[in-house]
């Protein structure tokens, strides 16, 4: 029995197959239509997709996989720097190395004052780092513009943005003059020496952005304490459970994930999934309509054919199949076209990279990379080819059901 209808299966799809055939120009245009539309849902599915991928490493590798400070550092505004600071940052650091998720813990001290040259003074956003341990795990998050990256073993140097640095004349060798509130609420200032420069890639960031190492900070602040703990893991999907243990085993303090604190990654997520979601449906609308329009054509062309084969005993339903067939064929093709037109150009564009232009907000470019995700290709081409099938089928609906001497008799 199922050799029986796998046999009349394929007899179908090849009767369909030939029905298509009867007008090639016909055919070619609406699998040309099909494939171009398939091959733009792939490339704009893949340049969110890999647009995502890169903005969740960006901030993965900004802050650390997961941030653990205590749970008023993330929701309430300080009186005095570092009032809600963590204090037995050894401890704790050994506590999460102890994690076999865990690859390195990074402490941060972040804080606001004034930086001088002697003749201008300017707000600085600065951050106090180790150095070493800072730049081996997070990679080329910087650019170096000039002198050279501070160290861990060396104190009282600091790196400028680059738009800070012009703005105070500054460059590697420079004195400069650092003026805060201490933890205690007190002012205090540091003479320290300018070793390097450095970019974004974000200019309104270079214009206030100051880096020193984690001791040089702490001695201006007046304390011991730290800011955040950044925890960097082996791997990021390792993300959630990681949160989970090291929540339950740091009761007192808040774990949170990258996630938590990429506020401009669900900004732009949210954003491209409605763009490129309106886009695709758009595009499929189009496609829907193509084929409809292909089978609508092809219908009243042969509704006398079809008076004909009802009269000789074929079923309704049998009718109805074929033109879904023929939509399979059509919009099959189609999507298979599309799908290796995307295909290649996604693997061309890495061979031969193409730069895009700086978006809003940065100064320097990225690389387009379209990402080649096997779900996307084959969530598209199965809803493509369903749609396709589906249109097919309504339409000759209509004209199979029709009686039999009003279609032998249609002109």
Known sequence: MNTHRLTSFYAWLKFAWLNTLRNRRRSAVTISIAAL??????LAGGFALST??????????????LVVARAAQFGQDEDTPLQHGMEQVAELKAQLLADPAVRSVLPGVDFNGLISNGDKSTVMIAAGIDPDAEF????PFLTLTGGQLITSDERGLVMLGEGLARSLKATPGSSLTLLVSTAEGALNALDVTVKGTFSTGVPDIDKRLVYTDLATAQKLLVTERVSRLGVFLARMDATDATQQ??????????VRTWLDEAFFYRSVRELYNRIFGALGLIIGVIVVFVVTNAMAMAIIERTREIGTLR???TLP???VGSFA?????????GTLVGALLALGISVALLVFPVAMPPPPGRSVGYPLIIEIAPSLYALTLIAMVSLAMLASALVARRTVHRPVVDALAHV
């Open 325 to 333: 067939l023929e939509g399979l064929v059509l919009g099959g093709l």
């Open 317 to 319: 339903g049998q009718l």
């Open 52 to 65: 995502y991928t890169a903005l969740a490493e960006s901030s993965a590798r900004g802050t650390g996989h």
């Open 37 to 42: 539309g398939t091959a733009a849902i792939l």
């Open 136 to 139: 081996a795990v997070k990679g």
């Open 311 to 313: 009269a000789m005993g």
């Open 245 to 254: 243990r090291l929540q339950a085993l740091l009761p007192g303090l808040k």
